[in-house]
């Protein structure tokens, strides 16, 4: 058995309330990273240091649903998915 569960008698106690609270914590920083977004550092740091306060993490959550660019190399061309002006098609 992994874990004897009359050792946590009541239910905030067990540890894997813990791990939910801290991977809910870090929401706006997984979205982030998940998408790819250009600010993921920034907004990690932002949940680290202010996301305490409800404020920065609210902030945080919506700095990480913000519009993602992209970014690419002018000899490269563009990415195969940009379908804008100048996309060699």
């Given at each position: 058995m992994l874990y004897d569960y009359s050792y946590y008698p009541y239910w905030h106690h067990h540890p894997g309330y813990g791990l939910a609270a801290t991977l809910f914590?870090?929401?706006?920083?997984?979205?982030?990273?998940?998408?790819?977004?250009?600010?993921?550092v920034g907004i990690l740091l932002l949940n680290f240091f202010l996301g305490w306060s409800g404020l920065g993490w609210i902030v945080a959550l919506i700095w990480?649903?913000?519009?993602?660019?992209?970014?690419?190399?002018?000899?490269?061309?563009?990415?195969?998915w940009y379908r804008?002006?100048?996309?060699?098609?």
């Open positions: 914590y870090f929401l706006p920083a997984i979205v982030a990273f998940v998408r790819g977004h250009h600010s993921r990480s649903l913000s519009p993602v660019r992209y970014y690419w190399h002018a000899e490269w061309g563009p990415p195969p804008g002006p100048g996309a060699r098609w």
